[in-house]
Each structure stands twice: as structure tokens, then as C-alpha cells.
């Protein structure tokens, strides 16, 4: 009996144990016979790039500047007096010779009378003086008068020539005090600020001082005392204008056309300009730049150089002239200046950005047709502002990485982001972009 209801156990577990062996073996021939993975395809880093195009580039000084007035001349009363009248508008253009300003003439008009009533009182005691010379002569040859009479009378006539002579001296003194009491301009320019008002007694030694209900002048004054008619000064004139404020002038003209701009190099760059200039034979280019905006105000050519090096700072102040025609620039104004001192015709020009250096220099990111970058060792001429001219390693139509570099190796695939750069053949991207401008 029991070996009866232990066979069909034994079946039903040899029975049980197949179907496990054939499960496992259906599991490994679904393990083994398993498609591999597909790899994803590597990841485009997003890049943009620029064409490397060939152009006409300049090197350049750059260095701080300053525009001054090419002639500033402060103008000042040259006989003591009352202003009467201030005949010209503050900002106004002003002509070589235009009236400025009138001193009280009539002080100076009653010495010019006076000195013409004593130069013609003179005049006839000097031909009085030359009759009774001539009876002298007379008589002394007939033995009338002795040789001491004829010696006095000669004398009292030399004095009395001496004594027109001084006269007419004064004469023509006191017409020039006259004149000066008409100040104009010395040149052609724009009139400032004004420093003096009418009714204010002004001096030919610069002073002003605030009068009323007074019109008296020194009639005395000297046209060469003082400070003249006018000086040429660099500042932009006094900044008083009232009681007592010696030096104090009428009002300041500055010549803004032309204008110049003044700046200095080091002395190691001098060198290189007396070279480019042929010893300042030839004129070279100088730009003007805005400080806020780096917009280009006006174009000239460098004059002057100065004749040292300064040593406190080592280096040369220069000079340089532009016409100024639309008034951009303006005295006191502070410029950049690019001073052009070689042309490089037909340079290789990239963006500073897309210049990486390494260990073992300077290189670029290099775009292929497979999408791929490659490293390139170049070699830089010169840095000028956010460019580079690049001497070696870049040929033209070359496709750089200009940003994003910082992420890629040697063979990483791009994909390029500024749809305005043109790619070599077969990259994603189309169109041309422009190489950089010189920025000198």
C-alpha cells in the first residue's frame, strides 16, 4: 500500500523538477540571446564661432587724452577804468578783431587833448627858438653877437626839439590808451563765461573791483603795464570774478577749431613712433574716442612732440591737431586716443575672446566639417583693445570658437549657436559673419 502511493509523489516531482529545469533554461536563452543596448549619441556642446577673414588693420598707441583749446587767450583790460559796456553773448562765436568790451573813453580822450595842447605849445617855442637861432647866426657873422650868444642859442634849440619829441611821445601814448579803451578779440573763437560786469572799475593789471556812480580812470596807465590786451594761458580762466580778484580777466576765447588733444607715452613707445614717423617727418593718424561710449568723435594727425622725456614718470607728452568740424570735442574734455603707427594690410583679426592660452601657449578652438573642434597652436602679433591679430596658426575661412571653449577638448563635437556665422563645409549652421573691426 505504501508503495503504491509513492509512485505517483515520484512522478509528480520528477514531473515539477522538469519544468523548473526548462524555466531556468528558457531564462538563461532570454539572458544570452538579450539585443545589446543601443549608445546614445554624444551630447553637441552649444558654441558660437566667427569666419576668420582677412582685412586691413592699423596698429595703434592708445593712451588717455585731453582736448584743449588750440589757442586760449584770456582777455584782459589794458587801461584802468570803468566798464561801460560788455558788447558780446556768453557761448557766442567770436571774429579776430570783433569789439568785446568798452572802458569809459572819455578820461583817456581828455589826456589825448591836453597832450596834443602841450605838444603844440612846444612846437612853437621850438620854432621861436630856431628864428632866434637863425638872427644869431646873422649877426655873429657880422660881429654883432659872440660865439657863447650862438652856443646858448643853439642849445635852447636842441632842448626845445627834445621837448616836442617827448611831447609827441605822450601824444602817441595817449591815443593808444584811447584805442585800448576798445578791448577786442585777438582771435577767431567761442567767448566763455562772462568774468566782469558793466559799471565794474577794471585795471590793466587784472584786478577788478565792484564801483557806483563812478567813471574815473587813470589816465596815467601805461599801454605796456599790466598784462596786455590779451595772454595766452592753457587753463580755462579764473574762477572769480569780483573784489579784488587780481588776474581776474573779462572773459576767456578759446579757438576750438581746429583743437587739439594732449597725451603722453611711455618713452620704450617713443622710439617706436620716431621710427613710424621718420623722426616726426611724416604726419601719423591719432583717433579720439569717447571714454563712456568708445564712439569715434573726430580724426587728426599728430604735430607736436614734446622735446624731453619727463622723468618723474618716464614718459613723452604729445600733441595732436583735429579740425573739429562738428564741435565734438570740447576744451577740458577727457578722450581715449589711438595713435596709428603701422598698417597691417590684409591681417588675420579674432575676436580676444577667442584666444585661449595653455601650458604650452596661446591656441585657438578650430570648427571641422564633422562638427568637431581641434586644438591649434597660433602665434599673436598684437592685442589691441577686445581683438587680436593673429600672426600664424589661423588661415582665412578657418571657422573659431569665440565662446563656450571653456567646456570643449580637443575633438569635442559643436554645435554652433549664432545662426550669422558662416561654418565650413557641411556644419549645421549658414551665412557670414563679419571679422572684428580694429577697435585702434
Known amino acids: 500500500m505504501s508503495a503504491a502511493k509513492s509512485a505517483p509523489r515520484r512522478r509528480r516531482y520528477l514531473v515539477l523538477g522538469g519544468l523548473g529545469a526548462l524555466a531556468v533554461i528558457l531564462a538563461a536563452w532570454a539572458i544570452l540571446h538579450r539585443p545589446p543596448a543601443k549608445t546614445p549619441p554624444p551630447h553637441a556642446i552649444p558654441v558660437t564661432a566667427i569666419k576668420a577673414q582677412a582685412q586691413d588693420f592699423q596698429l595703434a598707441i592708445t593712451a588717455l587724452g585731453a582736448a584743449q583749446a588750440w589757442t586760449s587767450d584770456m582777455i584782459f583790460a589794458q587801461v584802468s577804468g570803468k566798464l561801460i559796456r560788455v558788447n558780446f553773448k556768453e557761448g557766442s562765436e567770436v571774429r579776430a578783431g570783433q569789439l568785446l568790451a568798452e572802458v569809459d573813453p572819455r578820461p583817456f580822450q581828455a589826456a589825448l587833448t591836453q597832450a596834443e595842447g602841450t605838444l603844440k605849445r612846444d612846437e612853437a617855442s621850438l620854432a621861436g627858438a630856431r ?16 660865439r657863447q650868444q650862438l652856443e646858448d642859442e643853439e642849445a635852447t634849440v636842441g632842448q626845445d626839439e627834445g621837448t616836442v619829441e617827448i611831447d609827441r611821445g605822450a601824444v602817441a601814448a595817449a591815443k593808444l590808451n584811447l584805442e585800448f579803451c576798445r578791448i577786442v578779440s585777438p582771435i577767431n573763437g567761442r567767448a566763455g563765461v562772462r568774468l566782469v560786469d558793466p559799471g565794474n572799475l577794471v585795471s590793466a593789471s587784472g584786478s577788478v573791483s565792484s564801483v557806483v556812480n563812478s567813471s574815473s580812470a ?50 620704450g613707445e617713443f622710439q617706436r613712433l620716431v621710427g613710424a614717423s621718420g623722426g616726426f617727418s611724416r604726419p601719423l593718424p591719432v583717433r579720439a574716442l569717447s571714454q563712456e561710449t568708445g564712439e569715434l568723435l573726430d580724426t587728426g594727425v599728430l604735430t607736436v612732440a614734446d622735446n624731453r622725456v619727463d622723468q618723474s614718470t618716464g614718459t613723452v607728452e604729445l600733441k595732436a591737431r583735429f579740425a573739429n568740424s562738428g564741435k565734438r570735442l570740447w576744451p577740458g574734455q577727457f578722450l581715449n586716443v589711438s595713435l596709428g603707427v603701422q598698417n597691417l594690410p590684409q591681417a588675420v583679426v579674432l575676436p580676444l575672446a577667442a584666444v585661449n592660452r595653455g601650458p604650452k601657449g596661446q591656441y585657438v578652438f578650430v570648427i571641422g566639417a564633422d562638427h568637431k573642434v581641434a586644438m591649434r597652436p597660433i602665434a599673436v602679433l598684437s592685442v589691441q583693445g577686445q581683438e587680436a591679430v593673429i600672426k600664424s596658426g589661423v588661415n582665412v575661412g578657418d571657422l573659431i570658437v569665440t565662446d563656450g571653449q571653456m567646456v570643449l577638448n580637443n575633438g569635442s563635437l559643436v554645435r554652433l549657436v549664432n545662426p550669422g556665422a558662416a561654418p565650413a563645409s557641411g556644419a549645421p549652421a549658414s551665412g557670414k559673419a563679419a571679422a572684428g573691426k580694429p577697435s585702434s
Do not use: C, K, M, W
Not at 587780481?246 to 594732449?262: D, K, R, S
Open 218 to 267: 587813470t589816465s596815467t596807465a601805461s599801454p605796456a603795464g599790466g598784462s596786455g590786451g590779451s595772454s595766452t594761458s592753457a587753463s580755462n580762466g579764473p574762477t572769480s570774478n569780483s573784489g579784488s580778484s587780481g588776474g581776474a580777466g573779462i572773459v576767456v576765447i578759446n579757438q576750438l577749431q581746429p583743437i587739439a588733444v594732449t597725451f603722453s607715452v611711455p618713452q
Open 131 to 146: 628864428r632866434d637861432l637863425e638872427r644869431y647866426q646873422h649877426l655873429q657873422g657880422e660881429g654883432g653877437a659872440s
